[in-house]
């Protein structure tokens, strides 16, 4: 059956629009878009999309929402993704596809998509307009796109999308294009921008449709799970992988027959970056492993090694490494069988020695795998630390942290993390200097230094001067007694601890220096095996989430006490709540988190919040969309105060805005009929954000010349002003800095009809501008024709806010219907879709489980024995469906 369908669909593109087969290698025209030609010539291989009997392939044509619907239906078909239940179900859809005037040649697959829900019945409107197809728009081609993608992957929130346009994306197609960016699938223009209402053209839709393949096809899609790994002298490395399908993969690597790469494919990495639990991507040509991709961020060097930093000196049988944490040196004796490696590939300690003495104006970094052996030294027994493995790469600079001891317009002194040795650095004469990742003069850091207790990371030249300088009120490295850290790692050798996003290796030399204390009610103290044991819990079951630990040390540096505690416990176990409490000035909100202007940590925001755990003060709707849409904006200022678990998560937020300016599209005082609007102005930035804030109930002005009153009238729409706010967010002063924008303009409201060519509001008719601007929260359809058809409807009421030019032409309208009548069709998915005389309407509704209980229905099925029956809607004051 699947033939069948295929060969059918076959026939369609021929007869239809989309264009017939002609050969890649004949397109006389991809050479202008040279960034897609080899992705074209590889789809047209793979019998994506065609090109043109012409030998064309017009890769900067637009395609039409009917064409993306059979090129996702291609790539479906031939990757093996299809729907059995979905096809076939043309004459299911066939009454809805004919009064949308969809092409009869792509009417089999765009009934395919609504029965797989890659369409929805209010896409329809979007498909034609009289009759003649549209260009389809980025984002909701990245709709198809990740609806036909959800069986397979996860769809999140979308607060991770990064776009510098993030705003024009829409709520609906956000979590979809955060799917297609993590996939690797789309990303941004030159400018970091997504032009989510740009028309998709040819070329773009070829690479993601190459992309999608080759996704589908096995390129990126046998992922698993590194269980082990074994390390043969990095001539090759035997790893075990169990796949996420329950099957294992036993494979012998080396760098020679395999490549490595990144998630993305844009960096390739050595073998050796890969470590036990890792998540992996195995690339199969046949039966054989072309490609690995690390799914995983690359272990940091502090993570993966047992001790890291710059290579002091190697000779005469030992290596002495500066600590890149503290900046002490350790001696580590030469293990006998030691094995070197330069970037990643087998060397000799004679190269490596070489690669010392070539770059002495360099830093040469290591990375060590070490152990300790107790063995007699001059006759005495005592700790040796032995070197096993040396990992070097060459790098032109070093960077350490520490807290500032003095801060001069030349020079920064500070005292290095985790040590008491004291540093200096002196300032290059193009050194940068920043304020967490904020950029700033030396003058700005020198005034913070005398703030109040402040730390650094220095990254240091070859000449040993300064090239940056990052201070924050956060420790980049905490080393104290009294820190709280989550354990990452614990066995004989040595503890690897996190705190701030930042992993750090203690090395023990022998355990038995070390008292050893875990938290069961009460601190117990117990050998290091009992440590061990606490720290591992049971094999057949995960006792714990986190284990935090704090640790003692000597003058010299060395532990002596170790405190471990599970998560739960750690709020009775170290006296402190599990959560840290900070505020200020938000800088930006990007992949999901959240960072502060003066402080070097990202917070990670969960992927939803209850309406107790974030709030936005000032704005009557609090969401994550909102809050990272002020965080990201240039024309305001977000203050928060936040709390977060030991692992810096969001749990808790608070924010307001303190400074706002823009365009004052609306505003509305305390005497406004209207209780939703009333006390709230609406503000227009400059990135044509626009945010709805609440007032107090008669803010203040700078001037004599007018007061809140005199803001609602017409004359003041559109003035741009300035913003300051009370503590609790709410617009407590409104200044005008230029009236003059749209001065003319003024607003109407009320029932909307047809007065021949004219709409008539409110019993006052007024002509159509060439582009008046249509927006509604209770439909979808957008274009004047459709609304015209709409307004003759006897059996719909339709209620208008309308801006109206000095030439007396309807400029914008934002409708809502009241009421509206008809024979029931179908509810899906949000939206409600009735029959009256003149044709089909499809409404948006309030959640579904609100409709069900409004409309006294138990199930979403009971919507069917609806379907034929005449109903009356109802309409809340957003102008959604909330009962019938």
Request: glycine fraction near 8%.
């Given at each position: 059956m699947k033939r069948k369908m295929a060969m059918a669909l076959a026939a369609v593109l021929v007869a239809g629009s989309l264009p017939v087969t002609v050969s890649a290698a004949t397109f006389t025209d991809i050479n202008e878009v040279s960034w897609a030609s080899s992705t074209i010539q590889a789809v047209s291989d793979k019998g994506l999309i065609n090109g043109y009997e012409d030998g064309t392939f017009r890769a900067k044509n637009n395609v039409t929402y009917s064409e993306a619907m059979v090129m996702v239906y291609n790539l479906m078909s031939k990757t093996g993704n299809l729907k059995a239940s979905a096809t076939n179900t043309l004459s299911i859809y066939q009454s809805v596809l004919n009064t949308y005037k969809i092409p009869t040649w792509s009417q089999s697959t765009v009934a395919y998509g609504l029965s797989a829900q890659i369409l929805m019945a209010a896409d329809l409107p979007k498909f034609t307009t009289n009759g003649v197809s549209n260009p389809a728009t980025r984002q909701d081609v990245a709709v198809m796109f990740g609806r036909a993608l959800s069986e397979k992957y996860d769809i999140y929130a979308g607060t991770g999308v990064n776009?510098?346009?993030?705003?024009?994306?829409?709520?609906?197609?956000?979590?979809?294009?955060?799917?297609?960016?993590?996939?690797?699938?789309?990303?941004?223009?030159?400018?970091?921008?997504?032009?989510?209402?740009?028309?998709?053209?040819?070329?773009?839709?070829?690479?993601?449709?190459?992309?999608?393949?080759?996704?589908?096809?096995?390129?990126?899609?046998?992922?698993?799970?590194?269980?082990?790994?074994?390390?043969?002298?990095?001539?090759?490395?035997?790893?075990?992988?169990?796949?996420?399908?329950?099957?294992?993969?036993?494979?012998?690597?080396?760098?020679?027959?395999?490549?490595?790469?990144?998630?993305?494919?844009?960096?390739?990495?050595?073998?050796s970056s890969l470590t036990k639990g890792d998540r992996v991507s195995l690339v199969f040509d046949g039966l054989v492993i072309t490609k690995i991709y690390l799914l995983d961020e690359e272990a940091s060097a502090q993570e993966k090694y047992d001790a890291v930093g710059y290579i002091y000196s190697l000779k005469d049988g030992y290596l002495n490494l500066e600590s890149e944490n503290t900046g002490e040196t350790t001696k580590y004796k030469i293990n006998t069988n030691c094995t070197y490696y330069l970037d990643g590939k087998k060397t000799t300690e004679s190269a490596i020695k070489d690669v010392i003495d070539d770059n002495s104006d360099k830093y040469v970094y290591a990375g060590l795998y070490t152990e300790t052996k107790n063995e007699k030294v001059d006759g005495k027994r005592q700790d040796v630390l032995y070197a096993n493995a040396v990992y070097v790469t060459v790098k032109d600079e070093y960077t350490q942290t520490g807290e500032v001891t003095d801060f001069t317009s030349?020079?920064?002194?500070?005292?290095?993390?985790?040590?008491?040795?004291?540093?200096?650095?002196?300032?290059?004469?193009?050194?940068?200097?920043?304020?967490?990742?904020?950029?700033?003069?030396?003058?700005?850091?020198?005034?913070?230094?005398?703030?109040?207790?402040?730390?650094?990371?220095?990254?240091?030249?070859?000449?040993?001067?300064?090239?940056?300088?990052?201070?924050?009120?956060?420790?980049?490295?905490?080393?104290?007694?009294?820190?709280?850290?989550?354990?990452?790692?614990?066995?004989?050798?040595?503890?690897?601890?996190?705190?701030?996003?930042?992993?750090?290796?203690?090395?023990?030399?022998?355990?038995?220096?070390?008292?050893?204390?875990?938290?069961?009610?009460?601190?117990?103290?117990?050998?290091?095996?009992?440590?061990?044991?606490?720290?591992?819990?049971?094999?057949?079951?995960?006792?714990?989430?986190?284990?935090?630990?704090?640790?003692?040390?000597?003058?010299?540096?060395?532990?002596?006490?170790?405190?471990?505690?599970?998560?739960?416990?750690?709020?009775?176990?170290?006296?402190?709540?599990?959560?840290?409490?900070?505020?200020?000035?938000?800088?930006?909100?990007?992949?999901?988190?959240?960072?502060?202007?003066?402080?070097?940590?990202?917070?990670?925001?969960?992927?939803?919040?209850?309406?107790?755990?974030?709030?936005?003060?000032?704005?009557?709707?609090?969401?994550?969309?909102?809050?990272?849409?002020?965080?990201?904006?240039?024309?305001?200022?977000?203050?928060?105060?936040?709390?977060?678990?030991?692992?810096?998560?969001?749990?808790?937020?608070?924010?307001?805005?303190?400074?706002?300016?823009?365009?004052?599209?609306?505003?509305?005082?305390?005497?406004?009929?209207?209780?939703?609007?009333?006390?709230?102005?609406?503000?227009?930035?400059?990135?044509?954000?626009?945010?709805?804030?609440?007032?107090?109930?008669?803010?203040?002005?700078?001037?004599?010349?007018?007061?809140?009153?005199?803001?609602?009238?017409?004359?003041?729409?559109?003035?741009?002003?300035?913003?300051?706010?009370?503590?609790?967010?709410?617009?407590?002063?409104?200044?005008?800095?230029?009236?003059?924008?749209?001065?003319?303009?003024?607003?109407?409201?009320?029932?909307?009809?047809?007065?021949?060519?004219?709409?008539?509001?409110?019993?006052?008719?007024y002509s159509w501008d060439s582009k008046t601007y249509i927006t509604s929260s209770s439909f979808t359809y957008s274009t004047k024709d459709m609304f015209e058809r709409m307004l003759q409807d006897k059996d719909i009421e339709v209620y208008v806010e309308a801006t109206i030019s000095d030439s007396n032409k309807v400029e914008r309208i934002n409708a809502r219907v009241e009421s509206a009548e008809g024979e029931f069709v179908e509810y899906d998915s949000g939206s409600v879709v009735i029959e009256t005389d003149s044709r089909k309407w499809s409404f948006n509704t309030v959640s579904k489980n609100t409709l069900l209980k409004n409309c006294g229905l138990d199930d979403e099925k009971d919507f069917e024995k609806k379907e034929g029956k005449n109903v009356t809607l109802e309409f809340n004051s957003d102008g959604l469906v909330e009962e019938f």
């Open positions: 776009y510098n346009d993030v705003w024009r994306i829409s709520d609906e197609a956000m979590p979809y294009v955060d799917l297609l960016t993590r996939l690797g699938i789309v990303t941004g223009d030159d400018s970091g921008n997504f032009n989510p209402t740009a028309n998709i053209t040819r070329a773009e839709m070829a690479v993601m449709m190459n992309k999608t393949y080759d996704l589908l096809s096995n390129e990126l899609a046998n992922t698993g799970e590194i269980t082990e790994i074994v390390n043969h002298d990095g001539d090759y490395y035997d790893v075990d992988v169990k796949m996420d399908n329950g099957e294992r993969n036993r494979l012998t690597l080396s760098d020679d027959n395999i490549s490595v790469y990144n998630k993305d494919g844009s960096r390739e990495l050595p073998i030349t020079t920064v002194y500070y005292k290095a993390s985790g040590s008491n040795a004291r540093k200096s650095a002196d300032f290059a004469s193009d050194c940068e200097f920043y304020i967490g990742d904020k950029k700033s003069s030396a003058k700005d850091l020198e005034e913070m230094a005398e703030s109040g207790t402040v730390y650094v990371k220095v990254t240091v030249n070859s000449k040993g001067k300064a090239t940056k300088v990052v201070m924050t009120e956060d420790k980049f490295t905490d080393n104290t007694a009294s820190s709280t850290y989550t354990v990452k790692g614990f066995n004989k050798d040595r503890i690897i601890v996190s705190r701030g996003g930042t992993s750090t290796t203690y090395e023990f030399g022998s355990t038995s220096d070390i008292t050893f204390y875990i938290w069961e009610g009460k601190w117990n103290e117990v050998s290091f095996k009992g440590a061990e044991s606490f720290y591992d819990g049971d094999d057949d079951e995960d006792d714990y989430d986190t284990m935090y630990a704090r640790m003692n040390f000597d003058k010299s540096g060395k532990i002596t006490a170790i405190y471990m505690a599970k998560d739960g416990d750690r709020e009775n176990a170290f006296g402190e709540a599990e959560e840290t409490e900070r505020k200020g000035t938000v800088e930006y909100i990007k992949d999901g988190k959240l960072k502060f202007k003066t402080s070097s940590t990202e917070y990670t925001l969960q992927s939803k919040y209850d309406e107790d755990s974030l709030e936005i003060g000032g704005a009557p709707t609090s969401s994550l969309t909102v809050l990272t849409r002020m965080a990201n904006c240039d024309d305001v200022t977000l203050y928060a105060e936040i709390k977060a678990d030991g692992n810096n998560k969001i749990t808790d937020i608070e924010a307001r805005l303190t400074a706002a300016e823009g365009k004052m599209i609306e505003y509305n005082g305390k005497d406004t009929s209207d209780s939703d609007k009333k006390n709230t102005l609406t503000l227009e930035t400059s990135d044509g954000s626009q945010f709805k804030l609440k007032t107090v109930s008669n803010p203040k002005t700078d001037s004599d010349d007018y007061d809140a009153e005199d803001l609602q009238t017409t004359g003041y729409r559109g003035s741009s002003v300035e913003l300051e706010f009370n503590n609790d967010g709410e617009i407590s002063k409104i200044i005008v800095t230029d009236s003059s924008y749209n001065s003319g303009t003024k607003r109407v409201k009320g029932t909307a009809s047809l007065d021949g060519s004219k709409i008539k509001i409110d019993g006052k008719s």
